[in-house]
């Protein structure tokens, strides 16, 4: 084992001391361990206290050249994931994507920092990926419609996760957290949801309306009906559903009506509509989990015209007054 070895899983000890999500522990680990592989085998370089700020430049110039899926942090991934069958092999890594992978190679060395490994920060002298931020899909009342209609609510998982797509865009949770719901975290009268499992950690309210509050209630009654599990949205054998899968059958759903959907786009759709109907940023803030009011500001404010347009109709002064 490496003195870089050793320092990656020292840096993993950290994090999962500090009670962070399994998928930020994955994205962290996933990188590091690209990285570290990178250094390695191209510059021959196994201790961070060796890394310069040239050494990340050349790699960020390596992850635009090599593209997508054609480099993988484990070879056993190659025998099970198939990446060449891919319709997006090869193509070129976003600047999203390599801005992800800076900025958690940025924490783990501002972590050595602290441990008083190395003296400096090679990734201060990196200029930062500013990545076009791209705007957020709304999806039309016929595009929803037509969506929905796609499933088959005789079959548990269709109508499981029909329900589960129509909760998260009514409330706006994460997949995650949805996927981990338990039927006691739902209260009918307050038509309050306590989220548990949140991405920061701390627990949260969210609020349904009154029609999914129907629907909710008929879900409760199928579940009992056929499922003893303990989860709200069980798989069909009454283990907890994974969100790889409840994400991956979302995506093929929208396929199949020639829609590109997932839950997060929902989530998405959900702030949104929630704006649009005019709603404020701070309570929507509260609701989504977000650290800041600007966290949320920087996420939504990117309407299309059509979409300020539509907002500006309820508040023209000449539509609002009597004159």
């Known amino acids: 084992m490496t003195e870089l070895d050793?320092?990656?899983d020292n840096f993993m000890l950290y994090c999962d001391a500090k009670h962070l999500s399994v998928k930020t522990l994955?994205?962290?680990?996933?990188?590091?361990?690209?990285?570290?592989?990178?250094?390695?085998?191209?510059?021959?370089?196994?201790?961070?206290?060796k890394v310069k700020s040239s050494h990340i430049r050349r790699y960020i110039q390596y992850l635009r050249e090599r593209g997508k899926y054609t480099?993988?942090?484990?070879?056993?991934?190659?025998?099970?994931?198939?990446?060449?069958?891919?319709?997006d092999f090869?193509?070129?890594?976003?600047?999203?994507?390599i801005a992800n992978y800076t900025r958690n190679i940025k924490v783990f060395f501002n972590f050595l920092k602290k441990e008083r490994e190395i003296k400096d920060n090679p990734m201060?002298?990196?200029?930062?990926?500013?990545?076009?931020?791209?705007?957020?899909?709304?999806?039309?009342?016929?595009?929803l419609k037509m969506f929905f209609n796609s499933f088959n609510l005789t079959l548990f998982h269709e109508?499981?996760?029909?329900i589960q797509l129509r909760l998260i865009l009514d409330t706006g949770i994460r997949a995650s957290e949805c996927c981990s719901l338990m039927p006691e975290d739902v209260d009918f009268k307050t038509k309050a949801i306590l989220i548990r499992n949140s991405k920061n950690g701390h627990e949260r309210y969210v609020y349904f309306g009154?029609?999914?509050?129907?629907?909710?209630?008929?879900?409760?009654?199928?579940?009992?009906?056929?499922?003893?599990?303990?989860?709200?949205?069980?798989?069909?054998?009454?283990?907890?559903?994974?969100?790889?899968?409840?994400?991956?059958?979302?995506?093929?759903?929208?396929?199949?009506?020639?829609?590109?959907?997932?839950?997060?786009?929902?989530r998405n759709n959900f702030a949104k509509y929630y704006l649009l109907n005019n709603g404020d940023f701070a309570t929507l803030s509260r609701i989504l989990g977000h650290a800041s009011v600007e966290t949320t500001m920087k996420a939504y404010l990117d309407f299309s015209d059509?979409?300020?347009?539509?907002?500006?109709?309820?508040?023209?002064?000449?539509?609002?007054?009597?004159?």
């Open 90 to 97: 090869k193509k070129p890594i976003s600047d999203t994507t």
């Open 210 to 266: 009154h029609k999914l509050s129907v629907e909710l209630k008929r879900w409760f009654y199928h579940r009992d009906r056929y499922s003893d599990s303990p989860y709200l949205f069980p798989t069909s054998r009454g283990t907890q559903l994974s969100v790889t899968n409840f994400e991956s059958t979302v995506r093929r759903k929208g396929r199949a009506v020639e829609l590109h959907v997932h839950p997060h786009l929902l």
């Open 26 to 49: 994955k994205s962290y680990e996933q990188t590091l361990t690209l990285f570290k592989n990178y250094l390695v085998q191209e510059l021959n370089i196994d201790d961070a206290a």
């Open 71 to 87: 480099v993988t942090a484990r070879d056993k991934t190659l025998e099970i994931n198939y990446p060449e069958r891919r319709d």
């Open 6 to 8: 050793l320092q990656i």
């Open 306 to 323: 059509r979409e300020i347009g539509r907002k500006y109709q309820k508040h023209s002064p000449l539509n609002n007054l009597e004159i």
């Open 124 to 143: 201060d002298n990196v200029d930062k990926i500013k990545p076009k931020r791209k705007q957020k899909q709304l999806l039309t009342d016929a595009e």
């Open 159 to 162: 109508y499981r996760t029909w």
